[in-house]
């Protein structure tokens, strides 16, 4: 910790530096949003270009908002969107932001508004618009994470697992951020059901290219969810048999403070005591909380604050299908706190200081039931995470870039595993073999257009990672490079190099059966992770409004960690972690497609990825390259979704993947009990070479219809909605993962057929 403190007083001593040297232009910063003037939902990747004695260029991003540094006085706005375009006239005025209409027919119209700063738009980026959240069909729920798995080069688990894999990366490697505080899990149910409640979520980016220099500490990729500043409601009410929940705001009568509150909570635990404890049906209990604070402390200041806790509860009683009478209790709980002071000094530059704290805790308990005299000893597995740290972010626009720059101090503490039994617990184990680390980085990055046709964004992060448990440090510096090109209105390419560093990892079996998330850091036996990424993207728009996206990409990694024995899933403490995994390297490759059309009526998007994931270890598959378990060579989505009025609307979503690669032991691993839901198979073939085989292709169609309705009573104004959803609509029994129970291999599957149904009000 010697370090910390020099590190923090060199970070504020550079940005009171960056203050001084800001050169002081009389301009304003324009912020405005660009919204359909039908359904006032905000728009997308709308270019706006901006006349005045000079010209300047933007793009709307996912809350539709955009910024741009004009001189006070007339200006010409012109507007392109799906090849229309539309031009207005302003006056542009110091700190007096502006919402643009846009109408497909009409001319457009502007309306001034109250607004806030958003993050500049990122051309190889994936950001979720909130009009296209709110037509996937996820069980009545608005999930961002089931909109991004749609897309290209984003790939789900299985269900029974966790996480994103981005271009044939592990979930560990994308560093998943809530307003810049980093949650460790993601998902409920194991990834039925993402974290990320939509309500108060402002937009989801989802960064898989070229990474900004800002960001730091995964192989793969970024996603970076912002939540609301404030709602455009007071409160709201979504009930659902499975899933329901609250949100609802409180604010000043200056409007100046907002206090944003939003909780869900699942029913499914109720609905198991139908079938009774004994049973065996699963029993599964998750809630997540939401506090969010925003305070306009002056013109140039904002204060923002957020809360996040979630728990999840999965419960399995073993007694009516298993020779043993056990009962299993998986535990895994979030907290993520962040506070972020942006100040405004001048238009040209604004500083953000942030600070936060994350912790996560997986604990998992094996009780048995038996009669006393055959009563073994119970067994809780315990693991967890605590990190902590503050980050500095300058943003200085000047006549010839954009300059981003800043820095970040971090200390995270893990504890991999505890094996604590019931004959003889021993908690102190908790504090011998606890892993820590203190990462420290600045950064830089600058942007420029040159001339009306290039677009240069370069950047270079470095850091020093100081290991307690290590005794060689780490220092880096990773560059970071993209440039694109506008070949003509219609076609633009866009080559991209990246280089990234990840301190720690996440430890899984190759199978990947059960979520134990052990977490360790870099050692002197195993360094630190590294991936080098080069991206090309061509997207072309058609003259009929077809969007069409192109993108290949080569990555490769260094100093993976993965288990000497690929049946492995736990080690006690008694054991050297370190001897019981191996580093090796790994490679992934592929090309991806998107295709998007939308009209007035209707929206859809095709997306195909072809693609390769493998890894190689000195030991494991005698030293020959094996597939990864999530390598799926096709991955195809299908969404489509029709409007019948700005009331009803009703959207479907198709997935097609081929399945996980798995690995059968020679010894097969006999299993103690026969889960709900499995199948026989008839033949396994060679049960020799690591993930050789392959679990039968997933595919699952969902469907969902939406009605809404305004009401007034009593001058009260409220929005009523009942959503119908159908989950794994033909009920196709998904594989999980193939075991060995009785002389016989079983298939076990996934969910069936599940019908939903919500109703939401509003006012």
Not at 321 to 332: A, I, K, T
């Amino acid at each position: 910790m010697s370090s910390f403190y020099p590190t923090i007083l060199f970070l504020l001593g550079f940005s009171i530096l960056s203050i001084s040297s800001t050169s002081a232009q009389e301009k304003a910063t324009v912020e405005g949003k660009v919204l359909d003037q039908l359904s006032k939902q905000p728009l997308f990747n709308v270019k706006v270009t901006a006349i005045q004695s000079d010209t300047l260029k933007t793009a709307t991003d996912l809350s539709g908002s955009f910024t741009l540094p004009l001189r006070e006085g007339p200006a010409t706005i012109l507007l392109s969107y799906e090849r229309m375009s539309r031009t207005t006239q302003v006056v542009i005025r110091k700190d007096l932001p502006l919402t643009l209409l846009f109408d497909r027919q009409k001319e457009l119209k502007t309306v001034e508004v109250k607004g806030q700063k958003d993050s500049p738009f990122h051309t190889q980026s994936i950001a979720i618009e909130r009009a296209v959240l709110q037509r996937i069909p996820t069980m009545g729920i608005q999930d961002p994470i089931k909109a991004l798995q749609i897309l290209p080069g984003v790939k789900p688990g299985q269900e029974g697992t966790t996480g994103l894999h981005v271009r044939g990366g592990s979930p560990d490697q994308t560093i998943t951020l809530l307003d810049d505080a980093r949650l460790y899990n993601i998902s409920h149910f194991w990834g039925f059901v993402s974290s990320y409640n939509e309500d108060i979520i402002e937009r989801t980016t989802l960064f898989k290219g070229d990474i900004p220099a800002h960001y730091g500490g995964g192989l793969s990729s970024v996603l970076s969810t912002k939540s609301r500043d404030s709602l455009d409601y007071r409160f709201k009410l979504n009930l659902n048999p499975i899933l329901s929940s609250f949100s609802g705001q409180l604010k000043s009568p200056n409007e100046k403070h907002h206090l944003i509150m939003a909780g869900r909570r699942s029913f499914t635990d109720v609905l198991a005591l139908i079938g009774g404890e004994g049973s065996g049906a699963p029993n599964f209990l998750f809630y997540d909380v939401n506090l969010k604070s925003h305070s306009k402390l002056s013109s140039k200041t904002t204060w923002r604050n957020h809360l996040f806790l979630s728990r999840d509860r999965f419960l399995q009683h073993s007694g009516n299908f298993s020779y043993s009478d056990h009962r299993y209790s998986l535990n895994w709980t979030n907290m993520a706190v962040s506070s972020q002071w942006q100040h405004q000094f001048t238009d040209e530059h604004t500083l953000n200081l942030k600070a936060y704290y994350s912790a996560y805790q997986n604990d998992i308990l094996v009780e048995d039931l038996s009669p006393e005299e055959e009563r073994g000893p119970d067994r809780d597995i315990r693991s967890n995470i605590r990190d902590y740290g503050v980050q500095i972010d300058n943003t200085i626009q000047t006549t010839w870039g954009n300059i981003q720059v800043g820095g970040s101090v971090a200390h995270q503490e893990l504890l991999p595993q505890v094996n604590t039994f019931s004959e003889n617990p021993n908690d102190s184990l908790a504090e011998e073999y606890s892993l820590s680390l203190l990462n420290s980085a600045l950064y830089v990055n600058y942007s420029k257009s040159i001339g009306e046709k290039i677009s240069l964004s370069a950047g270079l992060r470095g850091g020093y990672l100081h290991y307690f448990d290590k005794e060689e440090n780490d220092l880096y510096l990773l560059p970071r490079v993209s440039l694109k090109y506008q070949v003509n209105e219609q076609l633009s390419i866009a080559p991209s190099y990246s280089q990234m560093v990840q301190p720690f990892q996440q430890l899984n079996n190759l199978n990947g059966r059960l979520p134990l998330d052990t977490w360790v850091t870099a050692t002197d036996l195993h360094p630190t992770a590294k991936a080098t990424q080069y991206a090309l993207d061509l997207q072309y728009q058609s003259p009929k409004k077809w969007e069409v996206t192109l993108s290949g990409y080569y990555k490769e990694m260094e100093n993976l960690l993965a288990y000497k024995d690929p049946g492995n899933t736990m080690f006690g403490f008694q054991e050297n972690w370190q001897e019981l995994v191996e580093t090796g390297t790994g490679t992934a490759y592929g090309a991806e497609i998107l295709l998007k059309k939308e009209s007035k009526k209707w929206m859809g998007m095709l997306g195909y990825t072809l693609s390769w994931s493998n890894r190689q270890f000195p030991t494991l598959n005698n030293g020959n390259t094996f597939p990864y378990t999530f390598d799926r060579r096709h991955d195809l989505s299908l969404f489509g979704a029709y409007n019948f009025n700005k009331d009803k609307q009703i959207s479907f979503n198709f997935v097609y993947f081929t399945g996980s690669a798995f690995t059968i032991q020679d010894s097969k691993q006999l299993t103690a009990s026969l889960m709900p839901g499995a199948s026989p198979l008839e033949s396994i073939g060679n049960v020799g070479g690591i993930n050789r085989h392959r679990l039968p292709a997933y595919h699952r169609m969902d469907i969902s219809y939406q009605s809404k309705k305004l009401r007034q009573r009593n001058g009260q104004e409220s929005l009523r909605t009942w959503s119908f959803s159908l989950y794994n609509l033909y009920s196709n029994p998904n594989p999980l993962y193939i075991y060995y129970y009785n002389n016989q291999y079983w298939k076990q599957s996934g969910f069936p057929l599940i019908p939903m149904v919500s109703y939401i009000v509003q006012f």
